[in-house]
């Protein structure tokens, strides 16, 4: 009988899971599990494992958790070379010595249509950008930032109104599907990964706070992108004229007709929701969230706070 294949797993987020559970469903030995170290979290700032970390513990799986790659060599039964090493939203970046270290290499799990959305934020850029499609590639690592070569692809629309929270669990499950269906021709080396057109990349930094910020000259179609993009982190943030605060949960861009009024003036408030003037079109808040308050439909909001005389402000 022959004998199982050695696949080693890097990653760290509640976004990993379903992609090891996959690797353990598969048969395959896992000698180790890389993830980040633990970490502050939470209110309270308690020091926590990651879900990955958690996961590994309970199937009796070993675990390492470098600060730094620097000294691969340290790492637990890195004498012992693995088939493949499966990397899925670790959060460092792997050096020579440790892509060199499988039998196969690396190959890593990226939630975009590569070369579309290199970088850290795909699953929010795509959206950003008015995607209709997404998914998962299946990528032979390199040195580069998501540059090597597709094994495999699996996409997905993305639906009307999904927010990134929505689309990142799909795409979880989507990447596990995409890992199971690529290993066996993988470790048989029979697959031929397909280079990246480097000319049709488009890089996904990094979401920083300071994007949320809604800016009502940009139209109601862009607005409402940035509203689900930025669900459930960190979150749109609009501003009325008198200092006033709103996180923005949901939002749609209603048919655009004429300008009924300048970028940030409230042109109707109901249980609806509260219709506002942006660049182009009107932006139809539908849930939001006062500082400190809990989430709330616009209706309840509207109950405990008037908008009587209010504009919204970039």
Same mark, same amino acid.
Request: glycine share 8%.
């Given at each position: 009988?022959?004998?199982?294949?050695?696949?080693?797993? =890097?990653?760290?987020?509640?976004?990993?899971?379903?992609?090891? *559970?996959?690797?353990? %469903?598969?048969? =395959?030995?896992?000698?180790?599990?890389?993830t980040q170290p633990d970490r502050p979290a939470?209110?309270g700032r308690k020091v926590t494992a990651s879900?990955?970390?958690?996961?590994?513990?309970?199937?009796?799986? *070993?675990?390492?958790?470098?600060?730094?790659? @620097?000294?691969?060599?340290?790492?637990?039964?890195?004498?012992?070379?693995?088939? !493949? +090493?499966?990397?899925? %939203?670790?959060?460092?970046?792997?050096?020579?010595? !440790? &892509?060199?270290?499988? @039998?196969?290499?690396?190959?890593?799990?990226?939630?975009?249509?590569?070369?579309?959305?290199?970088?850290? =934020?795909?699953?929010? *850029?795509?959206?950003?950008?008015?995607?209709?499609?997404?998914?998962?590639?299946?990528?032979?690592?390199?040195?580069?930032?998501?540059?090597?070569?597709?094994? +495999?692809?699996?996409?997905?629309?993305?639906?009307?109104?999904?927010?990134?929270?929505?689309?990142?669990?799909?795409? #979880?499950?989507?990447?596990?599907?995409? &890992?199971?269906?690529?290993?066996?021709?993988?470790?048989?080396?029979?697959?031929?990964?397909?280079?990246?057109?480097a000319e049709l990349a488009t890089l996904a930094?990094?979401?920083?706070?300071?994007?949320? =910020?809604?800016?009502?000259?940009?139209?109601?179609?862009?607005?409402?992108?940035?509203? *689900?993009?930025?669900?459930?982190?960190?979150?749109?943030?609009?501003?009325?004229?008198?200092?006033?605060?709103? @996180?923005?949960?949901?939002?749609?861009?209603?048919?655009?007709?004429?300008?009924?009024?300048?970028?940030?003036?409230?042109?109707? #408030?109901?249980?609806?929701?509260?219709?506002? %003037?942006?660049?182009?079109?009107?932006?139809?808040?539908?849930?939001?969230?006062?500082?400190?308050?809990?989430?709330?439909?616009?209706? #309840?909001?509207?109950?405990?706070?008037?908008?009587?005389? %209010?504009?919204?402000?970039?």
């Amino acid at each position: 009988m022959a004998a199982s294949p050695s696949i080693a797993f =890097a990653g760290t987020p509640e976004f990993a899971l379903p992609s090891l *559970r996959a690797l353990v %469903a598969s048969g =395959a030995s896992i000698p180790l599990v890389l993830t980040q170290p633990d970490r502050p979290a939470g209110r309270g700032r308690k020091v926590t494992a990651s879900p990955v970390k958690e996961l590994a513990l309970a199937l009796g799986l *070993r675990v390492a958790q470098p600060a730094s790659l @620097r000294e691969p060599a340290r790492l637990p039964g890195f004498d012992e070379r693995p088939d !493949l +090493l499966v990397v899925f %939203a670790y959060g460092l970046l792997l050096p020579p010595t !440790l &892509l060199e270290w499988p @039998r196969l290499g690396c190959i890593n799990l990226h939630a975009s249509i590569l070369p579309r959305w290199r970088g850290a =934020a795909p699953i929010q *850029r795509a959206v950003l950008a008015g995607d209709a499609t997404t998914g998962v590639s299946v990528m032979q690592m390199d040195v580069g930032l998501d540059t090597g070569a597709v094994h +495999l692809v699996r996409s997905t629309p993305i639906g009307h109104g999904e927010t990134s929270g929505a689309l990142h669990d799909r795409l #979880a499950l989507l990447a596990a599907e995409a &890992l199971s269906a690529a290993l066996p021709d993988l470790l048989a080396g029979r697959t031929v990964a397909t280079p990246q057109r480097a000319e049709l990349a488009t890089l996904a930094p990094k979401i920083v706070k300071a994007e949320a =910020a809604l800016d009502w000259h940009s139209s109601a179609l862009e607005l409402e992108r940035k509203v *689900r993009a930025f669900n459930p982190w960190p979150v749109a943030e609009a501003k009325l004229a008198d200092g006033r605060r709103l @996180r923005v949960w949901q939002a749609a861009a209603l048919e655009p007709g004429s300008r009924a009024a300048g970028a940030g003036h409230i042109v109707a #408030a109901s249980k609806a929701g509260i219709d506002v %003037a942006t660049g182009a079109g009107i932006l139809r808040l539908q849930r939001v969230q006062p500082p400190s308050g809990r989430v709330m439909d616009v209706e #309840a909001y509207l109950a405990a706070h008037s908008l009587d005389g %209010a504009v919204f402000v970039a």
